[in-house]
């Protein structure tokens, strides 16, 4: 979309689900990206696609397994990204529903920091499946998070009335839609 439109200018932030649903239906935010399943009157949301966590450690951890539980990555210290991200606080949340908390070792401002930290043996972490491509798979294990959370269905959601979107913010809006059709 950048490449076909050089003059626009995107400003990319970060949130939790229902503040990204809340910025939508204000205005603040042409459209989102959530993980977030409920609905809102003034929304419309779209399928966009499965997110999937999955668990990395050093080779040496948990050598005959290939699925391990939330519980389970409780018990050893993690690397996590900081505390703002929604990555981290979805896990604090799961965390919290289980009475427990998270061993945070070192945050770190990256996905790929956080595999170099696990690589070099800091911790665990629990990133999305897609970080993991090009290659980044190597001196690390991966493991399957046995829970039903670890695959989020990722929604677009846009101003039911679109023509309270600006021209680029629909068309964007038609560009993630057919690439990625749910």
Known sequence: FLLTHPAVRVDL????????VTAVAEGRADLGITAWQGGHPALEFHPYRKDTVVVVGGRQLWPRRRKVSFSQCL????VAMPGATAIHRYLLERAAALGRTLDVRIQVSSFEAALDLVRAGAGIAIVPQSVLQHGKRRGIR???LDEAWAVRELRLCVPREHSSMTAHARELMELLRARHPG
Do not use: F, K, W, Y
């Open 13 to 20: 932030q970060e949130r939790g689900g229902q503040e990204i």
């Open 75 to 78: 018990e050893h210290p993690m």
């Open 142 to 144: 991966v493991l399957t």
